[in-house]
């Protein structure tokens, strides 16, 4: 399979705790994004990375939220000391190398629950 | 920023109608995707589709880039396209190339 991986798909942790989530995207892409998706709304662009480099963040990335993508391959997503209002899905995207226009590809996202 | 308004916010069809979903921007777009959310939460692409129009199968889509409109078509609808459609644009000229997404459109197909 050589679509976007999420993982883990699922987690359930108390609130206080830490959550990291992984993102591989399509090989040859080298523009990755991470969206916030709440139910009964519409993805939210959270930020993005061209190659290691952190571009843009939304200002819903609060300074609990991380991400990084250390060699320009996979992401992480960390959020520190959650809250129950971080219960969302988490969604990677991938574009491949070139212009800014093209096709976007998402992954099946990780469903966080914070009790 | 872009603002993205889509319609109907739901839609209950019959098994074999047709449909029309609409999305509007504030802004003009070089970038523009439709989406079918499927039950696990996953983005599946329909068309990239920019300005134009395109067909796969059941579905096609238009879009009128200088009135700054799309419009996804459904035919023959099937109780397997239930769920949610979202449009999404952005202007690749700005430096990321991120898409705005609607609120969606959810679709329920009965038999």
Redesign the interface.
């Known amino acids: 399979d050589t679509g976007v991986s999420q993982n883990p798909r699922h987690k359930i942790t108390k609130r206080g705790q830490n959550v990291t989530f992984r993102c591989d995207p399509i090989s040859e892409h080298n523009r990755l994004y991470w969206y916030r998706q709440t139910l009964g709304q519409g993805p939210e662009f959270l930020t993005y990375f061209q190659n290691e480099a952190q571009l843009e963040k939304s200002r819903l990335l609060s300074d609990r939220f991380s991400a990084e993508r250390p060699k320009g391959s996979f992401s992480t997503l960390e959020i520190q000391r959650t809250e129950q209002g971080d219960s969302a899905m988490y969604l990677c995207a991938s574009r491949q190398t070139g212009p800014l226009t093209g096709e976007l590809f998402f992954g099946e996202g990780s469903r966080l629950t914070v009790l | 920023g872009i603002q ?1 308004e889509q319609s109907p916010p739901d839609l209950i069809l019959q098994e074999g109608a047709n449909s029309t979903l609409r999305c509007n921007f504030s802004d003009s777009v ?2 523009l ?1 439709w ?1 079918h959310q499927n039950p ?4 599946i ?1 329909l068309f ?1 589709i ?1 300005s134009g129009t395109k067909q796969n199968g059941r579905l096609s889509a238009t879009t009128v880039a200088t009135e700054r409109y799309s419009l996804l078509y459904i035919s023959s609808s099937q109780t397997t396209d239930s769920g949610v459609y ?1 449009c ?1 644009g952005g202007r ?13 459109t959810t679709l329920q197909v009965k038999p």
């Open positions: 993205v070089n970038n995707q989406f696990w939460g996953q983005l692409n990239y920019p979202f999404a690749g000229s700005s430096n990321t190339g991120k898409l705005i997404f609607g609120q969606g």
